[in-house]
């Protein structure tokens, strides 16, 4: 006998959310299972709104939102097993770091309040400067202490807004581990992000948000391999826009060329390496001037429309 | 509850507000020093009674909780971190009541000590007037503090709204106007204090049952308002 499937850990149900006339999250749906998931899109795309909904913070307009099965807004009780990192910095900056998570272990009934912030401050490495007042830290030294005090009482879920935010380096690979050490552990990890390599360190599955919208969910890698492929739009400036975009179609380095009034010349390729080498060539070769060049498409807005578009 | 209250006491006593609190608490013994120098005709208990209810009921206590309470909660919606309260398994009057607990310690108690203080120094040693002051003035206290602690989680201009309330309200429509002069948490506190002390505030026009009613009734009903906008609003 085969018993009912459980239910995801967060089960996102046609969710919209909008402040006055500013749709922030529109008809979103998903669900997250156990592991690290990562909430995906460029700034205002509205990962934060949906985060915030998700911890209960804030009613979504419509839809509905389950989290371990249950309501979550209004349901205090739920959050002893929910740890929630929002995307400001703010903490209580007259409190040591130590403290501040300590303050946190007690506010959600750890039975060892003070054992329990030694552990999630060595988690985090800060144990050195954990006597510190938090207004002293630094920014990556706040967000560290931010973490800690989210996984100090062992939430089954964490809800974590930005956690990379702010941190140098080699922080970033230790959180990195951190979080994944956790995820392997069968925890529900969703972090959110906009930028793309911080993703790749933290997770496998993505929910890819655009304008509000779920544009895409999957697979990390296919996803990236379809940026990999996507086409590149360079704007060119050259004293013979003609003969150069003749040239450039004749070497099959772009699959498209477009001249406007001004004679400007706008080129889309799917072979970024090779249009940087034939570019140059090309002109050379026919004895045409550059005078610009410059790649239209390459922002972080631009990558995301263009997965979203896949 | 006392993780909260400890972080709102020392929230609280830290700000720099605390040291604007402390200098108004002070200005009740420091009238009671003047008049023990001064020579005057008045007697200390007409000088007594004028000081709690003119200058302690009327302007310092609802100043000081007036500024404690629209930050008990307001510097939290500032500066966005009331999340680190509503994201834990806390029901809403589990962060609401202490709260309220902490301004009243930091705010309430140094006034109504110092005007227990003023009146022993002025009634040279009167212990059952300065208590019945003491008494009178906490029971205010906790009224007010209830008021601007629901004012700051609530009002957006709560500094302002509050100003209003104090000076228009409290000053004035309910010290002149028949229909509302038994809706003002000033005379409540100043009937406690008549009825702990018989001698003192004798025109008051509120019995003490009722006036401990009255504060009862302010301090439940607007902790029920902040409970449950703490639980309708969108959390910054």
Redesign the interface.
Known sequence: MTGAPSPPTIAVDGVSKWFGGVVAVSDVSLAVEPGVTALLGPNGAGKTTLLRTIAGLTAPSQGQINVFGEPIRGNARLNRRIGYMPEHESVYDFLTGREFVELSARLHGVADPGGAATRAMETVALTEAENRKLRGYSRGMRQRTRLAATLVHDPGLLLLDEPLSGTDPVQRLHLGNVIGRLGEQGRTILVSSHILEEVELLADRIHLMVGGKLAASGDFRAIRQQLNDRPFVVRIDTTDARALAAGLLAAGAVESVEIDAKGTLRVRSQDVSLLQRSIPAVAQRLGTRLLRVEPLDDSLESVFEYLAQG | M???FT?TV??LA?SRRSWLVLGLAALPILAAALFRIAETTTTPREYADEITASLVASAILPLVMLLLGVVTFGNEVS???L??????????WRIVVPKLAATLLVGGLPVAVSGAVAIAVIEQGDLGGALATGGGLLAGAAAYAAIFTWAGLALRHALVAGLVYVFVWEAVLAAYLDGIRFLSVRRFALSVVNGLDAERLTDAELGAGAATVGVLLVLAGFTALAVRKL?RM??P
């Open positions: 006392r993780a909260v972080l020392r929230q830290g500066d966005r971190t999340v680190y309260l509503t994201t834990k398994p806390l029901a809403r639980a969108d959390v």
